[in-house]
């Protein structure tokens, strides 16, 4: 968990001190990328805490899933069908899922501890 804390903090460091931009018009693809790409990391950490952690099933997940959402997107945009409320409901559903029950997992682990 420590290294996961770590590689985050990294990356954030180098997102925000490299000045990349993008064309406005890719905005809509990225952001359902990345929900995707969240929902992958949410539910890597509950694996982890349930101590079903499978780095290949991680990675597979994580980029397919935003692979799998930019491509529902860029799909619908070109038929004029919003498909990307597809992976908006889905992925946006089960992150909140899994964020649940993180939660309930860190406080069952911190009640159990008290005791």
Do not use: H, W
């Not at 990356?11 to 990225?30: C, E, M, R």
């Not at 982890?48 to 945009?77: C, E, P, Q």
């Not at 409320?85 to 089960?94: D, K, L, N, Q």
């Amino acid at each position: 968990m420590f290294f996961a804390a770590i590689g985050i903090l990294i990356g954030l460091a180098i997102g925000l001190l490299l000045p990349y931009t993008y064309n406005v018009q890719y905005s809509l693809y990225i952001s359902v990328a990345i929900l995707a790409c969240l929902d992958s990391v949410f539910g890597g950490i509950r694996a982890n805490l349930d101590n079903k952690f499978d780095l290949s099933i991680f990675m597979s997940g994580f980029f397919g899933n935003a692979i799998l959402a930019a491509f529902l997107a860029y799909i619908g945009d070109r038929l004029g069908v919003p498909l990307y409320y597809a992976a908006i409901f889905t992925f946006g559903g089960r992150l909140f899922e899994n964020f649940a029950r993180i939660r309930r997992i860190l406080f069952k682990k911190r009640f159990k501890n008290q005791e």
